[in-house]
């Protein structure tokens, strides 16, 4: 088998979205985690995944939530994409996020928003899998360019309008 380097290097071949996953934490504050792993998963009834790090400091937190958002960024949400991502704070600002119906923060500015409940969660190794069912769903119909992640960097895409 490849060392964990090389497996690293393969799985960054394959280009990303970046999404912000928001939930409240223990404290109800409005925290966020920026993440490549979000993948769609059925459409009825509608389901969605992302992977957790084992040793994320948020991992108390999402084990304990009963909901979470799946926010899909833009290019022009890059720092606040690299922020999300720690290690000094996952905290949101007020005027970063709105409230969906059932309380989830909801990135302001996303290209998509999911508003899910905890449908399942499923450890695997060195991370944990967390289905969603997604209860609301808003997107974006304008032409935003969306903000990827290929090879350990962000890249850019043209979009047309
Ligand atoms: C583009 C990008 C994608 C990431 N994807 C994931 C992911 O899918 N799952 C994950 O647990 N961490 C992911 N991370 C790392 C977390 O955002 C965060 O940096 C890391 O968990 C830092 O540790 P902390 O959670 O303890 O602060 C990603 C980071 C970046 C920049």
Redesign the pocket.
């Known amino acids: 088998m490849a060392g964990s380097t090389d497996l690293r290097r393969a799985f960054g071949q394959f280009g990303t979205g970046?999404a912000i996953i928001a939930l409240r934490d223990s404290q109800n504050r409005a925290v966020g985690?920026?993440?490549?792993?979000f993948a769609s998963v059925s459409l009825e009834p509608p389901l969605l995944s992302?992977?957790?790090?084992n040793d994320?400091?948020?991992f108390a937190d999402v084990s304990q939530a009963s909901r979470f958002s799946v926010n899909v960024l833009a290019a022009d949400q890059l720092a606040l994409?690299n922020r999300?991502?720690?290690?000094a704070s996952?905290i949101l600002q007020d005027d970063e996020f709105l409230e969906g119906e059932n309380g989830t923060p909801l990135v302001q500015g996303a290209l998509a928003q999911f508003d899910c409940h905890i449908h399942d969660r499923v450890a695997l190794g060195d991370?944990i899998m967390l289905i969603g069912g997604i209860d609301a769903v808003r997107h974006c119909s304008q032409g935003r360019a969306p903000l990827m992640?290929f090879r350990g960097n962000y890249a850019g895409i043209e979009v047309g309008s």
């Open positions: 970046v985690l920026t993440v490549n792993s992302w992977c957790l790090a994320s400091q948020l994409s999300m991502a720690g290690p996952h991370h992640y």
